[in-house]
Every structure is written in structure tokens, then in C-alpha cells.
């Protein structure tokens, strides 16, 4: 599986913006995915996921009721919504899906596969 993360750009503070992430492969359905950012100087944090089908949908408490995930697997493609947008939210932000196991959705460890990484500035 390739993902293609896209959609990033320099907003002012209380912007917007909807990122989207497109992946290749048949089997795109079956997989959980995530969003993932990082800052300059800091770790790689967990933003959001969502389950295979849609159904459930899991967030960092940072972006609770600020950011939207959403997957349409008729196209391939998973999207994160940002809205209420803060300097504090500036990162690379990746996309990541998992195959169909168990383990945290919070974990960048139980990611199987990468984005490339699209940037988000955010100024105050």
C-alpha cells in the first residue's frame, strides 16, 4: 500500500484546512487509518484515526472537537478536517494505515505503512 498525504499549506490562526490522504491498493477497506504529525524538535503525536469501516473514529484530546476524520473507500482516500486551526497545531502531518489487527490505534507502532508527510503552518 502507498499513501499519498496532500492538502497542507499556511493558514492564519482560526483557519481551515482538509487534508487528504490517497492510497493505492485493492485492499484499502480492510485498513485502519491514522494521522499522525510532528513538529520541529518534538516526537511524532498521534492526531486521529479511524476504523476500516468508518464506524468509529478515535482523537487526540488536543484536536477533540477542532479536527474531523472521515474515509471514503470508494475512492481510496482518508480526509482530516481541521478547523479552529492554532499555531500550536503547525507540524508535518502524516498519514498511516494498518492491517486489520489488533492493538492501540493511538500507537505509531502498530502502523504498517507511511505517508510522505504534507506541511501545515498555522500563523498567529
Known amino acids: 500500500v502507498q499513501l499519498q498525504a496532500s492538502g497542507g499549506g499556511l493558514v492564519q490562526a482560526g483557519g481551515s484546512l482538509r487534508l487528504s490522504c490517497a492510497a493505492s491498493?485493492?485492499?484499502?477497506?480492510?485498513?485502519?487509518m491514522g494521522w499522525f504529525r510532528q513538529a520541529p524538535g518534538r516526537e511524532r503525536e498521534f492526531v486521529a484515526a479511524i476504523n476500516w469501516s468508518g464506524s468509529s473514529t478515535y482523537y487526540a484530546d488536543s484536536v477533540k472537537g477542532r479536527f474531523t476524520i472521515s474515509r471514503d473507500n470508494a475512492k481510496n482516500t482518508v480526509y482530516l478536517q481541521m478547523n479552529s486551526l492554532k499555531p500550536e497545531d503547525t507540524a508535518l502531518y502524516y498519514c498511516a494505515g494498518r492491517g486489520p489487527h489488533s492493538g492501540s490505534y493511538y500507537s505509531s507502532y502498530e502502523y504498517d505503512y507511511w505517508g510522505q508527510g504534507t506541511q501545515v503552518t498555522v500563523s498567529s
Open positions: 491498493g485493492r485492499t484499502f477497506s480492510s485498513y485502519a
